[in-house]
């Protein structure tokens, strides 16, 4: 039988077996309302209230600081529009970057509409957004700064402390979008100053269609989703208690132990960049070598079509990704890509890979060999790969030995 290999955990994770345990009894035995007053109403309350606290103290915070939604892109959009909406007597600037996910650019792009002015940050080559830019931008009308604490495509952890500092200095509301640093990065949104803070369930191993949003108490938002009196009548909808109870559980289990897993995410994701950037020419790595996502590499292949590896790779049975699943079915150009300075021709030649801690060496040996093979034999289709390949590289993309 084929052998079916998973590299696109930046996409989406399986959900773990003890998450689903934690579930089902909710799916079934324990079925009232959580809003409702009854024992039924009370049993399924408590898994909420459950949930709530396992996240308020992974994160740092306390558990009335934290709202459910549907998942990261409504509680992006909520804190976009609603931290605008309720503060806009203060000013109408938003600060945010180029590398953010379409959750919250395209919630800037629809205030920008409505007369706010959002200045979007620009990124290094390797990433970071600068503080000396920010900076630059903060002026007496701004009232919110959003920048993600680590980017879902290249992997990129930013300096989130030396962010959050810069706007409590300047009096600006700080949110950050964790759904991808959540397990990867140690957060504590009290001691590093951070106001607001999103995660999404299925980035860790938890149910999809489910996220949380961290409101430090204090910070004014109007309503996005109107309705009943839930999350304490700012967001409206029953409470999705199986989901829920998954997210809790799965937000303690990934945030236990962090350092370990990280340790053993990175030896991996270093083994396969190694022996990619060493046995394939024109090759090179998107974003910081270090300051990344342990489970993240994220590499341009010069002379090559990303799409087309990845269609390659899928038909025998292991799963990468170009772009973020968001918008890799677009014929668009990354926008994070682009947002680093990569050339076109190497934009169109990434490919990112995302580990999981049930990847094996084994494994990754064998999709660096059907990588070697699948970049030689585009290569050798394309007339003008076969010009160039051998010469050594060039300044743009280079082999690293
Ligand atoms: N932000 C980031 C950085 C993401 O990677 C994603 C998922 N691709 C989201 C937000 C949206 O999360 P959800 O799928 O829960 O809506």
Redesign the pocket.
């Known amino acids: 039988m084929e052998q079916k290999i998973y590299l696109d955990n930046?996409?989406t994770t399986p959900l773990s077996r003890e998450v689903l345990a934690e579930m089902m009894p909710y799916f079934d035995t324990v079925y009232g309302n959580p809003s409702s007053i009854h024992s039924f109403g009370r049993d399924a309350r408590a898994g909420v209230e459950q949930a709530r606290e396992r996240i308020a103290k992974a994160i740092g915070c306390r558990p009335s600081e934290i709202y459910f939604t549907s998942?990261?892109?409504?509680a992006?959009n909520w804190v976009i529009e609603g931290i605008a909406s309720a503060n806009k007597h203060k000013g109408n600037h938003i600060i945010t970057s180029r590398l953010e996910?379409p959750?919250i650019l395209e919630a800037c792009k629809k205030l920008e509409k409505q007369g706010f002015r959002v200045t979007y940050l620009n990124a290094d080559k390797n990433g970071f957004v600068r503080i000396d830019e920010l900076l630059h931008y903060v002026c007496p009308d701004t009232i919110l700064i959003s920048v993600?604490a680590a980017?879902?495509e290249i992997g990129t952890i930013q300096n989130l402390q030396a962010i959050a500092q810069t706007a409590k200095e300047k009096g600006v509301i700080f949110h950050t979008?964790a759904?991808?640093a959540i397990g990867a990065v140690n957060i504590n949104v009290a001691e590093m100053g951070i106001d607001s803070l999103?995660l999404?369930?299925?980035?860790l191993n938890g149910p999809?269609g489910v996220?949380a949003l961290y409101l430090r108490h204090g910070i004014a938002i109007s309503k996005l989703i109107v309705g009943g009196e839930q999350e304490n009548g700012l967001r409206g909808g029953t409470l999705n208690t199986p989901a829920i109870v998954g997210l809790g559980r799965a937000v303690e289990l990934i945030t236990r132990d962090i350092i370990i897993n990280s340790k053993k995410l990175r030896m991996l994701r270093d083994y396969f960049i190694n022996q990619v950037l060493t046995k394939i020419e024109l090759t090179q790595l998107n974003g910081h070598a270090i300051q990344r996502l342990p489970n993240n590499a994220n590499i341009a292949f010069g002379q090559v079509e990303g799409e087309a590896i990845m269609l390659m790779l899928d038909m025998q049975g292991i799963a990468v990704s170009t772009g973020?699943?968001?918008s890799s079915n677009k014929l668009e150009q990354s926008h994070v890509l682009s947002a680093i300075g990569l050339p076109n021709d190497l934009i169109n030649g990434s490919v990112r890979f995302s580990f999981s801690l049930s990847n094996t060496r084994q494994e990754v040996d064998y999709v660096v060999e059907k990588l070697i093979a699948v970049v030689k034999k585009l290569r050798d289709m394309s007339p003008i790969a076969k010009s160039q390949v051998g010469k050594g590289g060039n300044d743009e993309c280079t082999t690293r030995k």
């Open positions: 930046a996409a998942g990261a892109t409504e992006n996910h959750s993600m980017n879902n979008d759904v991808q999103t999404s369930g299925h980035k999809k996220g973020s699943a968001c």
